[in-house]
C-alpha cells in the first residue's frame, strides 16, 4: 500500500501486469479453438473485431483459425464494425469521430458472427455492436469473444468465448496494449484507481 | 466547435475531422438502411430566407438519416414576410426546442448574429449568408476534391489533405460565399487556389487573400490546373453592369467546348471540373463541359449529404457541456 502511495506520487499510475504476450498467445489460441468448436467447423464464419483493439484481435483470431482450418479465408471472413453511432451515451460524452466499418464481400445474412472485443465491463459496447449489426444484415447466430471479462455487467450480456476473467474493482481500469495499435509489448495490465 | 459558421476560422484538424466522419457517413449511404440513430430525440430547423433547392434538401436529407426530427422554414409564406425580425424569429425556434439552426439568410453575418446572441441557445450551422461565407459547400469541394487527389496517388481518402493541388476558381467571386469558404478552406488544406474573373468581379481588399489572382483563364489553364470551379454568374445580385454582354463573359471567362479541349492539349487529364449548382448552361459552363467525364458536379451533391451529415454529427451528438476532441482519452474498460 506504501509502495502505491509513493508510486502514484511521482506521477506513475500503479500498473499490475495480469497477462504476458504470451498468455494473450495461448488465450487467443485457445478461444479460435473454442470457435470452431462451438460453429463445429468453419462453415459461414465471420469475425467482426470492435475498435479499436477488437479489430486486431480478430485478425489474430482469424489467423489461428486458418492454421488450423486451411480452408477458412481469413483475409475474407474478417470485419471491422464500428459501433459509435449506436452508443447510448452519445450524448454524454464528448463528441467522438467514427472508425470504419468493413465488411466481407459476401455480407452478413445468414452467417455466424463472432463479434470480437478486447474488455467486457458494463456491456453497452456489445449492446450497441447488436443494433448495428441489424442495419447491416441478418445473422444466423451472433456469437461474442472477448480477451477479458472484468465483470461489472450493466446489462444481460454474456461472452460465450472468455480469454480470462479478471476480478476487478470498478474504480481500477483495465488497459489491454496490443503491438498493432500502441506502440511496445503486448500485455493486460491492471491500473490501480484513483 | 460550437457552431459551423465559416471555414475561415476552421482549424485543420476540425477540417480533416469533419472530411473523415464524411467518409464514415458516406459508407452508410451505400448501406440498404441508410439511416443512423445518433441523432435521435434532436430536432434541426432549417431556417432558410433566400431560395435554395441543393443546400436545404441536402441538410434535411443528412438529418433525417441522423434520426433527427426536421422542421423546415422558409420566410416564404412564413411571418416573416408580416415583418417579423430574426430576433423574434430565434426566439421562436428556442422556444420550440431546436438543438441546431441551419440557417441561410441575404444578410452576411447573420448566422454569427444568432451564435453570439442569448436569442437562442442551440447549434448555429451557417447554410450561406449574404456575399460572406458558405462552409459546408467549401467543406463538400474539399470533400470532392480530396477523393480525386487520393486516388490519383492511389491511397485512401481519410486522413489526407490536399498539399501540391493546383485549383482554380472561375468567376463572380465578388457575389460568391462560395468561391471566399473555399478560399480559406483549400489554403488551410493545403492546395494552391487561384481566382480567376473579370476586375469589376473581384472584392476590394482581395490581394490580401491567401489566393492568386488572375484576369485571363487561358494562361491559368495553361500554367496547369487540378481542379476547375466554375462559379455561377448571379443574376439575381447583378445590379450594375459588370460585364459588357452574357456573350462577352462567356467567351473570356465561361469554360467552353474549346477550353474543355485545351485541357486535352495542355495534357491536363485528370483535370476535374466543378460546379456548386445551379448552372447557367452556356454562360459560364457549356453543356459539354457540365456532362462531361471530368464534370464532378453530381458527386459534389451526393457528397453534400456526407459532409452535412458529419457536419450535424459533430456540433450535436456530443454533450452539450462536454469538451471537444477527447478522443483519444476514451479508452476502453472504462464504462461508456
Known sequence: ?????????????????VLSSDDIDRALTRIAFEIIEANKGIQDLVLLGIPRRGYPL???????IAAAHPGFDA?????????TMFRDDLAHQPTRSPLPT????????????????????????????LDALVDLGRPRIVRLAVLVDRGHRELPIRADHVGKNLPTASSEKVRVHLSEVDSGDNEVVIEAGA | MKHLLSTQDLSRRDALDILDTAEEMARVGQREVKKLPALRGRTVVNL??????????????????????VINFSAKGSSVSKGESLKDTAQTLAAIGADAVVIRHWASGAPQRLANTDWIDAKILNAGDGTHEHPTQALLDAFTMRRHWAKLAGTDSAGTDLSGMRVAIAGDVLHSRVARSNVWLLRTLGASVTLVAPPTLLPVGVESWPCEVSYDLDATLEQGVDSMMMLRVQKERMHDSFFPSAREYSRRW???????????RHGLK?????HP????RGLEISSAAADSHRSTVLDQVSNGVSVRMAALYLLLAGGRDAEDHSNDAVTEGIPA
Open chain 1, 102 to 129: 468493413q465488411l466481407p464481400k459476401s455480407g452478413l445474412d445468414g452467417k455466424v458472427v463472432v463479434l470480437v472485443d478486447d474488455v467486457l465491463y458494463s456491456g453497452r459496447t456489445i449492446r450497441a455492436a
Open chain 1, 58 to 64: 480478430a485478425q489474430r483470431l482469424a489467423q489461428k
Open chain 2, 254 to 264: 465561361g469554360f467552353d467546348d474549346a477550353r474543355l479541349e485545351a485541357l486535352d
Open chain 2, 270 to 274: 485528370d483535370t476535374i471540373i466543378m
Open chain 1, 1 to 17: 500500500m506504501n509502495d502505491a502511495t509513493s508510486a502514484s506520487s511521482a506521477g506513475q499510475p500503479v500498473q499490475r501486469v
Open chain 2, 48 to 69: 432558410f430566407f433566400e431560395d435554395s433547392t441543393r443546400t436545404r434538401i441536402s441538410f434535411e436529407a443528412a438529418a433525417k438519416r441522423l434520426s433527427a426530427d
Open chain 2, 277 to 280: 449548382g445551379p448552372m447557367n
Open chain 1, 75 to 83: 483475409r475474407e471472413s474478417l470485419g471491422q464494425l464500428d459501433v
